[in-house]
T-cell receptor
Framework: EAQVTQNPRYLITVTGKKLTVTCSQN?????MSWYRQDPGLGLRQIYYSMNVEVTDKGDVPEGYKVSRKEKRNFPLILESPSPNQTSLYFCASSRGVYGELFFGEGSRLTVL | RKEVEQDPGPFNVPEGATVAFNCTYS??????FFWYRQDCRKEPKLLMS???SGNEDGRFTAQLNRASQYISLLIRDSKLSDSATYLCVVRGIFHGSGNTGKLIFGQGTTLQVKP
């Protein structure tokens, strides 16, 4: 089954404790992206990747890092989480930048 | 001004009603347009693309008005299962570098269909 898989789905952590949210897709998609969704603000892009070893900032990259060492994986790293990073995070992928975007099920992160 | 604006609603309608959502976008050079559906606490999923000539998929009709820079979604004969948030999505223009073809999401319009 074609899918985008994120882990963990739910996480409560404390300020400053580094964490990684993994994202993996099995569709051989070139394009992958991370979004955060907050009430009243909609989906905002954090980082995106056009292909392996090619990443760039989206609209709200501060406090996040990404890497794309393999085509299927695009982890999101929070080096020192803060409470304002409490949000619902979605990973997405598509075949090329113009393809239909497929989303993972989301990761709900709470930073205390 | 937001790049993509939607009335957040909620729209509360009875089963069988016809409901329409509008969405406006600020960049006249935007290239393509979509409606995504998002169920509560779930991931967004593509509902339909929006073409210049308008397009229909069963009970759903999408239209684009480039002159006025808005797109619309019409749902006929609403079902309980149509209850969701509908996201208007606009693809940015091609710059030749940078975030080519970036998708810009509206904040969504919530529809609640009641028996």
């Amino acid at each position: 089954e074609a899918q985008v898989t994120q882990n963990p789905r739910y996480l409560i952590t404390v300020t400053g404790k580094k964490l990684t949210v993994t994202c993996s897709q099995n569709m051989n998609h070139e394009y992958m992206s991370w979004y955060r969704q907050d009430p009243g603000l909609g989906l905002r892009q954090i980082y995106y990747s056009m292909n392996v070893e090619v990443t760039d900032k989206g609209d709200v990259p501060e406090g996040y890092k990404v890497s794309r060492k393999e085509k299927r994986n695009f982890p999101l790293i929070l080096e020192s989480p803060s409470p304002n990073q409490t949000s619902l995070y979605f990973c997405a992928s598509s075949r090329g930048v113009y393809g239909e975007l497929f989303f993972g099920e989301g990761s709900r992160l709470t930073v205390l | 001004r937001k790049e993509v604006e939607q009335d957040p609603g909620p729209f509360n309608v009875p089963e069988g009603a016809t409901v329409a959502f509008n969405c406006t976008y600020s960049n006249s050079a935007s290239q393509s347009f979509f409606w995504y559906r998002q169920d509560c606490r779930k991931e967004p999923k593509l509902l339909m693309s929006v073409y210049s000539s308008g397009n229909e998929d069963g009970r759903f009709t999408a239209q684009l008005n480039r002159a006025s820079q808005y797109i619309s979604l019409l749902i006929r004969d609403s079902k309980l299962s149509d209850s969701a948030t509908y996201l208007c999505v606009v693809r940015g223009i091609f710059h030749g570098s940078g975030n080519t073809g970036k998708l810009i999401f509206g904040q969504g319009t919530t529809l609640q269909v009641k028996p």
